[in-house]
């Protein structure tokens, strides 16, 4: 059964005055179109091929099949999810300014809820292995094995799909009469609530709450993880050792920083203070600054990952001739 098919039923059955969006975006400055879809497209493109490259180098070299890539694959392929169910849309919206269906926007805000839920427990997990490999080196390979490493990912994956589900049904389950201009480049819940002519008190306290859930439990543990990274690294004798532990988290550190950084200001903010320009500067940042930044912060310090790439580019090499 297609997980879909729900909201494409209350999609239809919605009473609604019109069947299609049109996603604002940057109307206000049309201007600037041009270049905004030249910068954009640019970004996607270092975005797909970065990240795709961590995919790569992480399936074809046998150095980088170890859980911390393994994991960092998986949180590749959630960027590569999440820029694609995004910026192509962007992109189409600036170039011809036509509408998406209803069905089409519940599916990308069914997506996009998805992909943050998966991404804020792969950081968590990310951050677990850390642990795992700082605070019980010892033990690493018996408690981070295969099956575990797997059945940690296809958790991350699975996890947000109910949750994600049951708030896109509930959403395109209200009314829509107001003008179907959504103040934004991509569907999201915020804009989206502007345009409901019905009591969704309920339904912002219930979102609020999932959210809070869904992003504060997994930095609590985040938290909790690099503490007792921080303990152990302090009572290393070695500075070698200590330096080397560091520097195999300052990636992923930096990594939630911009995650969480961003996500609060755009999922935590008060609707008293709700900006819509305000929050589609941000809200960049959220969906193509990030995804494109990832794949260059774990693999610009990191020798493994260069040495993969120059192994992956011999070879290659090696077989044209």
């Known amino acids: 059964m297609d997980p879909m098919d729900p909201i494409v039923n209350f999609a239809r059955s919605n009473h609604s005055s019109f069947e299609e969006f049109v996603l604002l975006g940057f109307s206000h400055v049309p201007k600037l ?10 970004m996607f493109l270092t975005t797909m091929v970065g990240n795709g490259l961590i995919v790569l180098l992480t399936v074809a070299d046998t150095a980088l099949q170890t859980p911390m890539y393994f994991f960092l694959r998986n949180l590749a392929l959630v960027e590569i999810c999440f820029s694609l169910d995004i910026v192509p849309r962007m992109l189409e ?5 036509r509408g998406i269906s209803m069905v089409g926007c519940a599916f990308q805000l069914f997506l996009i809820l998805s992909c943050v839920t998966s991404e804020c427990f792969l950081l968590t997990v990310m951050a677990y292995d850390r642990y795992v ?65 019905a009591d969704t008190s309920i339904f912002e306290t219930y979102i609020l709450v999932a959210t809070v859930l869904v992003m504060m439990v997994p930095f609590s543990l985040i938290t909790v993880s690099y503490g007792h ?9 070695s500075a070698t050792g200590r330096h080397k532990a560091l520097s195999t988290c300052a990636a992923h550190l930096i990594v939630v920083a911009l995650f969480y950084g961003t996500a609060c200001i755009i999922h ?10 305000s929050k589609q500067v ?28 120059q192994r992956v580019l011999g070879r290659k090499k090696g077989v044209l001739r």
Request: positive net charge; charged residues 10%; contains cysteine.
């Open 133 to 197: 490999a700082i605070c019980h080196p010892l033990h690493y390979g018996v408690l981070m094995n295969q099956r575990l490493c797997l059945l940690l990912a296809v958790t991350c994956w699975v996890i947000g799909i109910p949750v994600s589900l049951l708030f896109t049904i509930w959403l395109f389950h209200f009314p829509f009469c107001g003008p179907r201009g959504v103040r934004h480049f991509l569907c999201d819940v915020a804009p989206l609530l502007r345009l409901v002519c």
């Open 93 to 97: 919206s600036l170039v011809s300014g």
């Open 33 to 42: 179109n041009s270049g905004l879809f030249v910068l954009f497209l640019g």
């Open 268 to 277: 935590l903010q008060p609707k008293s203070t709700y900006s819509p320009e």
């Open 229 to 237: 990274v921080l303990a152990a690294v302090v009572r290393m004798p």
């Open 282 to 309: 941000v809200s960049l940042s959220y969906t193509l600054v990030t995804p494109m930044l990832n794949p260059i912060i774990y693999s610009l310090r990191n020798k493994e990952v260069k040495a993969a790439l």
